[in-house]
């Protein structure tokens, strides 16, 4: 065990690992050294920032937290904490099954845990954070919760309604990370379109991503998590207004067909659905478009099932994940549908859908090849460096491997020209 060390693991999406760099930030200010997401933790504290969106999520974080009161155990740790989404759902559950735990905390009181530790020189709270990524990038939080209730999603369970961030504390918040080296925003958010509605009445992303752009120092925007309905077309506008905001939209479809769109309470149909893709396609020329799919949602037919293949096979995404239902208790399709696609079917479904995506992502690939990117390096492996251009976000999707036949700077800008394709990367030579 290292005294004075907080060991801090981060589980699920990047709004958790926002949440863990301000508490590492409040550990630190409080005199403690911190290590974030350690193979082998050690620490006098460890704390497990848990994710309870799906099964598995569920049961990787239950894991993580029994492995570790068994390290408590041996000694070979201190106190342990958890917080996060699992123990806002299932806090009075884990503490009578999981009694090592010195304390629980959910997905908004952890901040309390300093206060707690009766730390000698406690400082206020703030949303200061230490990043975790590499210097050049961050994730932007701007809002908590969400207002849309699909019939499938515990978010709302979890989190509560949505909660925007006030813009000036958004606004604030990157001009000092632009301070501290930032040049690339990952703007996420539960729903990313809905900001501002909860304050009055209207939707304020187009107005946020504007003022962003105008701060001197920010190179790159990129936007996550956009919900279909009542898409606001005037961040479009600001897209194409501005070059530092990404052509990239990362944009949650989940199915196709009315039957489906209707059981999933998505309030949006087939028809929107196609109209919304294409003038998104037609304002923004050359946007790279992200989207998740689900497949066996209960009363899935086969017919539905070959809807969602022309969708994909017609809109050609540039990036595409997708998953197979798992009942989530207490949401609006454990209490009144039977799941009742059986496991096969959902995995052969899911399978023929990523092969479809997977052919997809390859001619696209193919296509790049002749054409000049702005990438920014993230790392070398290797006798490659590792970049991104503007249509990739970091750690999910494809990136551009430049030979190291020179020394190039992590978090620089550089142009290059592709070279080569496969279904899932590029690679470039570097021309300036």
């Keep these: 065990m290292k005294l004075n060390q907080v060991d801090i693991i981060t589980m699920g999406c990047s709004k958790n690992l926002v949440d863990s760099e301000v508490l590492m930030k409040q550990f630190e200010n409080n005199g403690y050294t911190c290590v974030h997401?350690?193979?082998n933790p050690q620490g006098e504290i460890v704390v497990v920032n848990t994710c309870g969106f799906i099964g598995d999520a569920k049961e990787e974080s239950i894991q993580m937290i029994l492995q570790l009161a068994e390290a408590k155990k041996k000694g070979r740790i201190g106190k342990l904490f958890v917080m996060?989404?699992?123990?806002?759902?299932?806090k009075e559950e884990l503490q009578k099954e999981i009694p090592d735990v010195d304390k629980y905390y959910g997905k908004f009181d952890y901040k309390q845990?300093?206060?707690?530790l009766a730390a000698s020189n406690?400082?206020?709270?703030?949303?200061e954070?230490?990043?975790?990524?590499?210097g050049h990038y961050a994730y932007l939080k701007i809002s908590e919760g969400c207002d849309r209730?699909?019939?499938?999603?515990?978010?709302?369970?979890?989190t509560g309604k949505h909660v925007s961030r006030p813009m000036e504390d958004i606004l604030d918040e990157v001009r000092n990370l632009v301070k501290e080296g930032v040049k690339e925003f990952q703007v996420i958010a539960q729903e990313l379109t809905y900001y501002g509605v909860d304050i009055d009445g209207r939707q304020h992303i187009a107005q946020l991503v504007d003022r962003m752009a105008d701060i001197e120092g920010v190179k790159w925007i990129r936007l996550h998590y956009a919900y279909p309905t009542h898409f606001p077309m005037e961040l479009l506008d600001v897209m194409q207004k501005h070059d530092n905001v990404c052509k990239y939209l990362d944009i949650a479809l989940q199915h196709i067909s009315d039957h489906m769109l209707s059981r999933m309470r998505r309030h949006i149909s087939k028809a929107e659905t196609y109209r919304l893709i294409q003038d998104i396609r037609d304002r923004v020329p050359g946007i790279a478009l992200r989207t998740t799919m689900m497949v066996g949602f209960p009363g899935e037919t086969e017919e539905d099932f070959k809807e969602l293949m022309e969708f994909v096979r017609w809109a050609r995404f540039e990036r595409m994940g997708a998953f197979a239902y798992s009942e989530e208790e207490q949401t609006y399709s454990a209490l009144h549908y039977k799941d009742d696609i059986p496991a096969e079917v959902k995995q052969t479904r899911l399978d023929q859908l990523m092969a479809l995506q997977q052919d997809i992502s390859a001619e696209l690939c193919e296509g790049m090849i002749g054409k000049e990117l702005l990438v920014v390096v993230d790392r070398k492996e290797g006798e490659f460096y590792i970049a991104r251009s503007e249509y990739s976000s970091p750690e999910v999707d494809p990136e551009v491997l430049i030979p190291a036949t020179r020394r190039l700077t992590r978090g620089r800008f550089y142009r290059v020209r592709i070279t080569e394709a496969d279904e899932f990367d590029l690679y470039g030579e570097l021309l300036s």
């Design 84 to 90: 996060g989404c699992l123990s806002q759902r299932y």
């Design 129 to 134: 954070r230490h990043l975790t990524t590499p």
């Design 122 to 127: 406690v400082i206020a709270d703030s949303n």
């Design 149 to 158: 209730h699909c019939a499938y999603c515990a978010i709302p369970i979890i």
């Design 113 to 116: 845990m300093i206060k707690d």
């Design 37 to 39: 997401d350690s193979n």
